[in-house]
């Protein structure tokens, strides 16, 4: 057993451990790494963000943070839903320290979910229905919220943004792709600032319902992980995100599978309706801001080359994807027809 291992099964109290007690590098993503910790018969997930101050401004404001996720966690798990549960320290914190001699950071520890990945491309149709159901049953459960929706799900880059990434991004992977989407990006852009900052009433949501954020169990239900990204959402909008997320892929529409969730979600009591171009806004504004984001790491000459590779594939897969305003048009009709229908 290394230090590291021993170190979290003191800290979180689980016990010694012994010498079957094993922490397993499992997955990165683009801000931290995934582990599995397996001890006493147990196992856990363990996250491992690879900022050292995770992006809070100090440990007691990323404690409220990571306390209230808990909390939303709860909630969502006493509604009946499967999710994750948060597991505390011998302190009841929820966001531990890492001694630099370990590698530093911040650490977090969460009961693991066995399942697997509902797809590992895009595969028209997979788990339409119970997809829908899940986020039905998320939005039927979800606690109102007085928290303002951040700027990350409102705001889109500047036009000048994409100029200098342009511009500076002649040697990239991805330069032409981008080149080739500017004028794209920005119609995209336009439609989120033409459409006025999201009022309440909000309902907390994940925020991030993407097919690498789901698992499916062994008895096929869909069960949402990562829930780093929760907070308050107009209930359309994260429907409209998760629609385009799992059932378009660049100019291909499912049709099918967009009717099959939205039918799926009325049944289970979602409360969300896609109305308009603006219900996909929220998707719009993290999708791009990611992208700039991740595009300018992939340039920054201090990011990792391990960090850089990263960088590069997310941007070149967001390129390919990302749906242009015809496309959301499309989805959206869809959904009206279906709603027109009854």
């Given at each position: ?38 001890c006493h018969g147990l196992r ?66 969460s009961t693991w979910v066995d399942g697997t990945a509902p ?224």
């Amino acid at each position: 057993m290394d230090e590291l291992t021993a170190y979290l099964l003191d800290a979180f109290g689980l016990g010694g451990g012994g010498a079957a007690a094993r922490l397993t590098f499992v997955a990165r993503g683009a801000e931290g790494r995934v582990s599995l910790l397996e001890c006493h018969g147990l196992r856990y997930a363990v996250k491992q963000p690879f900022a050292a101050d995770a992006g809070f401004p100090d440990l007691a404001a990323g404690e409220e943070v990571v306390r209230r996720e808990a909390g939303h966690l709860t909630h969502f798990a006493q509604a009946g839903i499967p999710v994750p549960v948060p597991v505390a320290d011998r302190d009841g914190r929820f966001l531990v320290p890492v001694p630099v001699t370990l590698g530093g950071g911040l650490v977090r520890l969460s009961t693991w979910v066995d399942g697997t990945a509902p797809r590992a491309d895009f595969v028209p149709g997979l788990h339409a229905t119970e997809l829908g159901t899940l986020l039905g049953r998320l939005h039927a459960a979800a606690p109102a919220t007085d928290d303002p929706i951040g700027w990350w799900y409102r705001t889109v880059p500047e036009a000048q943004v994409w100029a200098d990434l342009v511009e500076r991004g002649t040697d990239q992977p991805w330069h032409d792709a981008l080149v080739r989407r500017v004028a794209d990006l920005e119609r995209l852009c336009d439609l989120v600032r033409a459409v006025p900052a999201p009022t309440g009433p909000f309902v907390v949501g994940h925020r991030d319902l993407h097919p690498d954020n789901l698992l499916v169990t062994t008895d096929g239900q869909l069960v949402p992980v990562d829930w780093e990204d929760v907070g308050p959402v107009l209930p359309d909008r994260e429907l409209a995100k998760v629609l385009v997320q799992w059932h378009v892929d660049g100019e291909e529409v499912d049709a099918s599978a967009v009717r099959r969730t939205v039918t799926a979600y009325r049944a289970a009591g979602g409360t969300g309706a896609v109305h308009g171009l603006d219900s996909f806004t929220m998707l719009l504004s993290g999708e791009l801001n990611f992208l700039a984001r991740q595009a300018a790491a992939s340039q920054a000459p201090a990011t990792e080359d391990a960090h850089r590779r990263h960088a590069v594939a997310e941007v070149q897969e967001c390129l390919l994807w990302l749906p242009s305003l015809s496309t959301l048009q499309h989805v959206l009709d869809v959904v009206l027809d279906l709603m027109a229908a009854g």
